[in-house]
């Protein structure tokens, strides 16, 4: 049994101090038991909020699932604000730094364990901290949504072209008819079709009933107003297409058109194949081919050392790029995406 697997017989011994199942709207913390010299029997907090008000779908919504991504932690707090009980028809659960340890250091993975949150599903009840919360949320959270939405941005390492939504290939008619229509409600530009990977939690979703989508909201370590109030938008749009939110806040529209894209993990990525400096040669949106060149890397403590030159593997659109010009081998420079085949 790998680290990020479990069984689910085992209680999970987060705590959560609010009751998720009253009506109301009411906001504290899952207590994550965290033993250690200066404190221990101590706990660590991870923000929750629940706004219910009686029958209906049950939404989670996630963001700081990776630390360094600020916009969804700052849609998430926002919403939290904004939304009152009347608004709503079910429930709507959101966390706004999902892996706390994460959020609060500003890094991609946990400082407690080096966990990525989005890497160790379905979580393990007594493994580390950052295990613990990916099987809380599977286990008790999305299994009683519906929907999940969970909130990334490019973080420090990568920068994604504008705002974008992910989520996984439907398995057949009926589910890409719900899958289309949910993603053109929230409506962000680019919405990335993929094959779901076991430990991340779009995967996670499925065996729960659930159906989870993510969003790509810029990056670089920074906030980008525009695409906060872009994610925003769509994000409420969407609550109000499934039903969940009602009145003022619901939009008349999403905010875009959504272009349905793939991602094919063979020919889509880009990696640097030497340690050194990443001199990109195209920009975010262009369009290229198999062959053309991607990046020079350049070796300046070997300044006789001509540059290497990086070659798209496969044709695309540039849609997310390295943000550090520092290179290892094996780090991400690009990433593509190409418009997405009907399905036969």
């Known amino acids: 049994m790998s680290a990020a697997t479990t069984t689910t017989t085992t209680a999970n011994p987060i705590q959560c101090d609010i009751d998720l199942d009253a009506d109301g709207k009411h906001i504290g913390f899952l207590r994550l038991p965290h033993s250690v010299h200066r404190s221990a029997y101590g706990w660590l907090p991870i923000p929750i909020a629940s706004i219910r008000n009686g029958e209906g779908p049950v939404v989670l919504v996630s963001a700081g699932t990776h630390g360094d991504?600020?916009?969804?932690?700052?849609?998430?707090?926002?919403?939290?604000?904004?939304?009152?009980?009347?608004?709503?028809?079910?429930?709507?659960?959101?966390?706004?730094?999902?892996?706390?340890?994460a959020a609060e250091a500003g890094l991609r993975?946990?400082?407690?364990?080096?966990?990525?949150?989005?890497?160790?599903?379905?979580?393990?009840?007594?493994?580390?901290p950052s295990q613990v919360i990916a099987h809380y949320i599977e286990h008790t959270l999305l299994a009683r949504a519906q929907y999940m939405i969970d909130l990334h941005s490019g973080g420090t390492s990568l920068v994604y072209d504008g705002a974008n939504m992910m989520g996984l290939e439907p398995r057949d008619a009926e589910e890409e008819a719900r899958v289309t229509g949910l993603l053109k409600a929230f409506g962000l530009p680019r919405a990335f079709l993929?094959?779901?990977?076991?430990?991340?939690?779009?995967?996670?979703?499925?065996?729960?009933?659930?159906i989870c989508f993510l969003t790509e909201l810029g990056g670089g370590g920074g906030?980008?107003?525009?695409?906060?109030?872009?994610?925003?938008?769509?994000?409420?749009?969407?609550?109000?297409?499934?039903?969940?939110?009602?009145?003022?806040?619901?939009?008349?529209?999403?905010?875009?058109?959504?272009?349905?894209?793939?991602?094919?993990?063979?020919?889509?990525?880009?990696?640097?194949?030497?340690?050194?400096?990443?001199e990109p040669l195209v920009g975010l949106g262009a369009v290229v081919r198999k062959g053309d060149p991607a990046s020079l890397v350049h070796f300046p403590a070997h300044p006789k050392r001509e540059p290497e030159t990086v070659y798209f593997p496969g044709d695309g659109e540039v849609i997310c790029k390295r943000a550090i010009a520092m290179v290892k081998r094996g780090d991400c420079i690009f990433q593509l995406a190409s418009e997405r085949r009907a399905r036969v």
């Open 109 to 128: 993975t946990s400082p407690l364990d080096d966990g990525n949150l989005n890497r160790l599903y379905p979580g393990n009840p007594q493994g580390t």
């Open 194 to 210: 993929y094959q779901p990977n076991p430990v991340n939690v779009t995967a996670a979703a499925r065996p729960q009933g659930a």
């Open 223 to 278: 906030v980008d107003a525009a695409l906060v109030e872009q994610g925003r938008h769509g994000l409420l749009h969407l609550l109000g297409y499934i039903g969940l939110l009602h009145g003022a806040l619901v939009p008349a529209a999403p905010p875009a058109t959504a272009r349905l894209m793939q991602i094919d993990r063979k020919l889509h990525y880009v990696y640097a194949m030497d340690d050194g400096v990443h």
């Open 69 to 101: 991504e600020y916009e969804g932690q700052i849609i998430v707090s926002r919403l939290i604000r904004e939304i009152d009980p009347a608004m709503v028809k079910g429930q709507f659960i959101l966390m706004p730094m999902a892996n706390a340890p």
